[in-house]
């Protein structure tokens, strides 16, 4: 915290200097000035991607040692973009763990394949592809798997058409057979500023959320022809 507290006062010395070098006519200040500054942004940025990752990886070790003590397979993982949440599929066992912070730890919520009712992809709270219980999923799986990359899954799936309009968040909103707690949001954008739909970072985003609602929808199709044998 101290380094990066001292950052706003090297860069304001740094603009200070600027001004000195330019009224004095001395290049050779200017040029050095803008040196510094370059350098204490970049530093800056590295220092805070450095940070997040540290973040990310005790995230990580807290939330391996629940799975270990649930005695869950991570067979498909996801930590959401703000962190708070994280979804993990056990294929092995027909489970899926939503994991819920809350006051910096992490809930655990467990469930069966068959107490999975709905999901669903949002945009800024409009429903982009839903599947339930009682819908369709034209979905046809290649192979086994139920995470085998992109282009695992091939067909449609039921729901509106995608906004072509800026983006500011993606969700993928889960609902269970859970009285106590039957809705779980998984983030996977949430931006300030509205991301155009050809933005390779919506685009990334985008299809993460859309592999995973596949999955959820062939897991829902799978209870509904166990059911109906």
């Given at each position: 915290m101290k380094r990066l507290y001292g950052v706003p006062a090297?860069?304001?010395?740094?603009?200070?200097?600027?001004?000195?070098g330019v009224w004095n006519d001395n290049l050779l200040i200017v040029l050095m000035s803008l040196v510094t500054i370059v350098?204490?942004?970049?530093?800056?940025?590295?220092e805070q991607r450095d940070m997040s990752e540290r973040q990310i990886k005790v995230i990580n070790s807290k939330l391996n040692t629940i799975i270990n003590e649930l005695n869950l397979t991570k067979t498909h993982f996801f930590l959401d973009f703000n962190q708070q949440n994280a979804l993990l599929i056990d294929e092995k066992q027909s489970k899926v763990a939503v994991f819920k912070n809350e006051d910096n730890n992490y809930q655990p919520y467990v469930y069966s394949f068959n107490e999975i009712v709905q999901s669903e992809i949002k945009e800024d709270d409009s429903t982009v592809t839903k599947v339930d219980r009682g819908s369709q999923v034209g979905g046809v799986v290649v192979g086994g798997a139920l995470l085998g990359g992109a282009g695992a899954i091939i067909g449609g799936l039921s729901g509106?058409?995608?906004?072509?309009k800026g983006v500011k968040s993606i969700e993928l909103i889960l609902t269970c057979d859970d009285l106590i707690q039957p809705l779980h949001k998984i983030t996977f954008l949430k931006s300030n500023d509205p991301l155009?739909?050809?933005?390779?970072?919506?685009?990334?985003l985008y299809d993460k959320a859309l592999l995973w609602q596949?999955?959820?929808s062939v897991i829902i199709k799978r209870q509904q022809n166990n059911q109906s044998v």
């Open positions: 090297i860069l304001l010395l740094a603009s200070l200097f600027i001004f000195f350098i204490t942004i970049v530093w800056n940025r590295n509106s058409k995608r906004n072509t155009n739909v050809d933005n390779p970072i919506y685009k990334n596949n999955v959820f």
